[in-house]
């Protein structure tokens, strides 16, 4: 059997941990045979510094594993590692089954806000069909909403459980999307990484000259991105602040606030944010995948008291 090495650092649950199957993925994608070949550890993949050989890959799992048949993304949006993002949602399940006491994590009464949805709307796609949960996406980027939006009505599976909303202010997380009376088991957010665009441009380049004649074992180095995928005023640290700041103006209509957060030294200061608007609980969840090594940032208000479960 043609596998993907084994990938022992992601969530139990997650469906990409034992590897890539590339024999069932082409049978169900033939396109992505075009791409499939052994690589300089012995393993057979594909070249993650080709964008087309990446989204045929993410094509191919997500007909696999989710039934998602229509995936595709405009050029030059964000292409993203299927199984990372779909890490996210597991420990997100995790998070929300603790602070219930039950088997919230497959409950589909949850709802869930995803801030940045982007045009490749991954997140809710892959939390609706694995999880039964309802997503209201938000982006600022009218193209990447309205692509988001072509995703969800090809999808019929998905269709009645995603919603995207336009966000008009690159500064607002919440102002203008959440609207008044409405509640959120939990939102999710995958922050731009850089704080201009010289800096995503040379990230850019460090990530080809890595690769340059080689294959990327782990998967995580795949490229593509707008510039405000890719960067924002403050960077990844500035827009994680601003949201502590902002959730405390829907702190009654939200369970858990959660963000991807890339850069662990920012989390000292991201600790003094948190302090100052004095959330019931924080949490910090670890993940990985392949060499890349994230986590989550959660915190809560105590909106458990608000009916929410």
């Known amino acids: 059997m043609i596998r993907h090495a084994v990938k022992e650092k992601l969530h139990p649950r997650n469906r990409f941990r034992a590897g890539y199957d590339f024999r069932r993925l082409i049978r ?18 594909i070249d993650f510094a080709n964008p087309d050989a990446v989204k045929a ?15 595709d993304l405009p050029a030059g949006y964000l292409c993203p590692p299927i199984p990372g993002r779909s890490d996210y ?27 940045g949805v982007g045009a490749n709307c991954i997140y809710p796609l892959i939390g609706a069909r694995e999880y039964g949960w ?10 990447a909403l309205k692509w988001a939006g072509r995703l969800v009505a090809a999808n019929p599976t998905v269709a009645g459980l995603i919603e995207c909303r336009r966000q008009s202010s690159p500064r607002e997380c919440f102002k203008g999307v959440v609207r008044p009376g409405e509640m959120f088991d939990a939102t999710m957010c995958n922050p731009p990484f850089h704080a201009s665009a010289s800096a995503a441009a040379e990230s850019t380049r460090r990530k080809r000259r890595h ?65 100052a608007v004095e959330p019931d609980d924080v949490r910090i969840l670890d993940m990985a995948h392949g060499q ?5 940032l959660a915190w809560t208000f105590g909106a458990r008291d608000l009916g929410l479960d």
């Open 28 to 45: 169900h994608s033939p396109a992505l045979a075009a791409f499939v070949g052994p690589n300089a550890y012995g393993d057979h993949s």
């Open 292 to 296: 890349k090594k994230t986590r989550i």
């Open 211 to 275: 690769l340059d004649g080689r294959t990327s074992r782990s998967g995580v180095l795949n490229f593509g991105g707008t510039a405000r995928e890719l960067w924002c005023d403050g960077g990844e640290l500035g827009f994680v602040q601003r949201m502590i700041a902002q959730s405390v103006g829907v702190r009654r209509q939200c369970r858990w606030f959660t963000t991807l957060v890339s850069q662990s030294a920012h989390l000292p200061r991201l600790r003094q944010s948190l302090a």
């Open 134 to 143: 309802h997503f209201v996406g938000s982006d600022v980027d009218p193209v």
């Open 89 to 115: 949602l597991h420990y997100l399940a995790d998070l929300l089954a603790r602070d219930t006491g039950s088997e919230a994590s497959r409950r589909h009464s949850v709802n869930i806000l995803d801030i």
């Open 57 to 71: 890959l993410n094509q191919a799992l997500l007909k696999d594993a989710y039934g998602l048949d229509t995936w």
